[in-house]
């Protein structure tokens, strides 16, 4: 299973940015899907994530109302639009793919290999 996030950059704080994470859409459409992220000297934690229909979803408290997690599995992509940037959502950014197709919150055994968001104040 390969995952590719893209998009990341450097935004100024209030500022856009929309990741976007490509998947072979036949191992992905029946999967839950989420971002994570993980700063410096931080542990990785979930940012949003979305069940296989994309009828259902999770949002970190520290991103409700400012990203939007979403998927198309006809093409396989999973994004995740960031507004309203924010200093402290500097991090890596990882794509991950989960074993169970509505489980939101674990089991993620497939990871991307991260892009790097940059908020500048």
């Known amino acids: 299973v390969q995952l590719q996030a893209s998009g990341g950059g450097l935004v100024q704080a209030g500022g856009s940015l929309r990741l976007s994470c490509t998947t072979s859409r036949r191992t992905s459409s029946n999967n839950a899907m989420a971002w994570f992220r993980q700063a410096p000297g931080k542990a990785r934690e979930v940012v949003a994530s979305?069940?296989?229909?994309?009828?259902?979803?999770y949002y970190a408290d520290s991103v409700k109302g400012r990203f939007t997690i979403a998927r198309d599995n006809a093409k396989g992509t999973v994004t995740l639009q960031m507004n309203t940037l924010k200093p402290e959502d500097t991090a890596v950014y990882y794509c991950?793919?989960?074993?169970?197709?509505?489980?939101?919150?674990?089991?993620?055994?497939?990871w991307g290999q991260g892009t790097l968001v940059t908020v500048s104040s």
């Open positions: 991950a793919q989960n074993k169970w197709p509505d489980n939101l919150r674990a089991d993620y055994i497939y």
């Open positions: 979305i069940n296989w229909r994309g009828s259902s979803t």
